[in-house]
Every structure is written in C-alpha cells, then in structure tokens.
C-alpha cells in the first residue's frame, strides 16, 4: 500500500530550473520525514534535502541557495525546486520516508522508496 511516486524530470540546459514532484500514500504522512536523493551515472546514491514537521529541512552544502524543498501536507506531497542546475547534476532523482525523528540526508533510515525521475542537465 506504502507508495512514493517521483515525477518532474526532464531535459534542462545548464543554468535552467526544473520542479520534482513527490506523491505519497499508503501511511500517515505527518508521522515521516520526506527526503530527495540523486544517482549520477556511474556515481552513488547522494542525499540532497530533508523535510519534516518536526524539525524543518535540512540541504547539502552544495546546493544550498539554489534548491527549496517543500511540502503540501493536504496533498501529502513533497517538492525539490532546482534552480540554476549543473551538467553534474545529471542522474536518476529518488524521494523517500523516513519516521519524522530522522530527517536527514543519509540513507540509513529511510523505510520506503520511490522508483526515480530522470534529469537531463546539457546544453
């Protein structure tokens, strides 16, 4: 029942923005932290953004003043604003759940997954 549906991705050119969308359902929304990670080609998974009720969000230095992560918590859903993108940025985009207590952008906690929108960053 548990399901994190990603969506958003595209093709941008270097310095453009895009808006990643994450749906929810199957648990109580307010109970979890949502969190975005990336994989770039050939890279590992990276955590980028966290975001709970409890305690805010929380961002990697590098995309700090460039990335806003949001919720919408009558719609249970979670979006990544990204502003001026990198070609490096390029990768497969996940959200996931973690119980509120743990927002961060490490992996470990993380009890569900969704399946990932791709983001083409090039000119």
């Known amino acids: 029942e548990v399901q994190l549906v990603e969506s958003g991705g595209g093709l941008v050119q270097p310095g453009g923005s895009l808006r990643l969308s994450c749906a929810a359902s199957g648990f109580t929304f307010d109970d979890y932290a949502i969190g975005w990670f990336r994989q770039a080609p050939g890279r590992g998974r990276e955590g980028i953004s966290c975001i709970s009720s409890r305690d805010g969000s929380t961002y990697i230095d590098s995309v700090k003043g460039r990335f806003t992560i949001t919720s919408d918590n009558g719609k249970s859903a979670v979006y990544l604003q990204m502003n001026s993108l990198k070609p490096e940025e390029t990768g497969v985009y996940y959200c996931?759940?973690?119980?509120?207590?743990?927002?961060?952008?490490?992996?470990?906690?993380?009890?569900?997954w969704g399946e990932g929108t791709r983001v083409t960053v090039s000119s």
């Open positions: 996931a759940a973690a119980p509120r207590e743990y927002c961060s952008v490490r992996e470990s906690r993380y009890d569900y």
